[in-house]
Structure formats: structure tokens, C-alpha cells
């Protein structure tokens, strides 16, 4: 979506008047069936496609006045839950399991870091990182975390995660906050 909506704004304005040119060819039609149809048949149907021209035109309307575009909406939620993944989860692992909502092999990967921690093969600081990251995937996901798993994660989450935190709140659904993951997690393969 690099286009930032301006072409899907653009398709949505085509469809429409697509839409709006083949309702003007159907009222055509009717009139000119007009005898082959029964009095209330024709009426029905000239009044639904009355109904429907009207709802095309005030889209339209809205479309060119500017109060209804795919670009503020999307662009924005995707600027924003972009910036929130990228700066609060440094892990592409962790990303793509919580994009997945994957919560069970998220817990599987700390219980990996736990044990990696312990014999050494893992630093304190990349240990604490990917911790935060997964118990807030985990959160996102609606899973309950341990009393220490909370006092670990306040005592150590960064503004970068509660930015995320705040974000995906203020966006209300988490299948948004998903979706996005999923497209970054896919960006970052390519």
C-alpha cells in the first residue's frame, strides 16, 4: 500500500461512477421495457434503482469533497501501527508469531530463552528485550502473564512499547493491529 490509499481512493471513485453509469442504463431500460412489465413490477424497480442512484451520488459526493477517502483512515492507522511494530519489536520472530497469534509458541520461545539464559548461550540484555516483546505480544493477544510477568514487564518495558501499547488501544481492533503485523512481517522477507 505505498500508494498510501490515493489509488485505492482513486479505484473506489471508478467503481462508483461504474456503478452510477450502469443504474442510468438500467433506468434506460426500464422505461424502454416499460410496456412488457406489469404496473407495480416497474414501479418497484424503477424505485430501487432510484434508492441506489441516490446512495451512489452522496458517495460520490463525499468522495470529491473530501470526507471520504481511503487515505487519512488507512494511511494513518498503517503509519501508525508501523512505527509502533518497528520501534517496539526489534525480534522478526516475534513479530511473525504475533502476527500469526501464535500465543503458545510465543511461550514456547521464552521457555527457550529461559533455559538459553541459564546455561549462558543467551545475554542478559537480548534476553530482556525479547522477553518484553513476547509478554507484550502476549498481552496484545489477550493472554493472562504471571504476576512476576507483569513486574517484569513494567519494570522493564521502554517508551517504545507503551507507544505500542497506546497505539493499537487508540485503534480499538486488535484483528487491525494483526493484519499490519502480517504485512510487515511479509515486507521484511521480501
Given at each position: 500500500m505505498a500508494s498510501r490509499g490515493t489509488t485505492e481512493t482513486s479505484k473506489l471513485k471508478q467503481n462508483l461512477e461504474e456503478q452510477l453509469d450502469r443504474l442510468m442504463q438500467q433506468l434506460q431500460d426500464l422505461e424502454e421495457c416499460r410496456e412488457e412489465l406489469e404496473a407495480d413490477e416497474y414501479e418497484?424497480?424503477?424505485k430501487e434503482t432510484l434508492?441506489?442512484?441516490?446512495?451512489?451520488n452522496d458517495s460520490l459526493k463525499k468522495i470529491m469533497s473530501g470526507d471520504m477517502t481511503l487515505v487519512d483512515e488507512?494511511?494513518?492507522m498503517q503509519l501508525a501501527i508501523q512505527a509502533a511494530i518497528s520501534q517496539a519489536f526489534k525480534t522478526p520472530e516475534v513479530i511473525r508469531m504475533f502476527a500469526k497469534k501464535q500465543p503458545r509458541q510465543l511461550r514456547t520461545r521464552l521457555a527457550e530463552m529461559d533455559r538459553d539464559l541459564m546455561v549462558g548461550k543467551l545475554g542478559r540484555d537480548l534476553y530482556t528485550q525479547q522477553k518484553v516483546e513476547i509478554l507484550t505480544a502476549l498481552r496484545k493477544l489477550g493472554e493472562k502473564l504471571t504476576p512476576d510477568d507483569e513486574m517484569f514487564l513494567s519494570a522493564n518495558a521502554g517508551a517504545a512499547l507503551?507507544?505500542?501499547?497506546?497505539?493499537?488501544?487508540?485503534l480499538g481492533s486488535g484483528d487491525k493491529v494483526f493484519a499490519l503485523a502480517s504485512f510487515e512481517v511479509e515486507k521484511a522477507k521480501q
Open positions: 418497484e424497480t424503477k434508492e441506489q442512484l441516490s446512495e451512489i488507512l494511511s494513518g507503551s507507544q505500542f501499547e497506546r497505539v493499537s488501544n487508540d
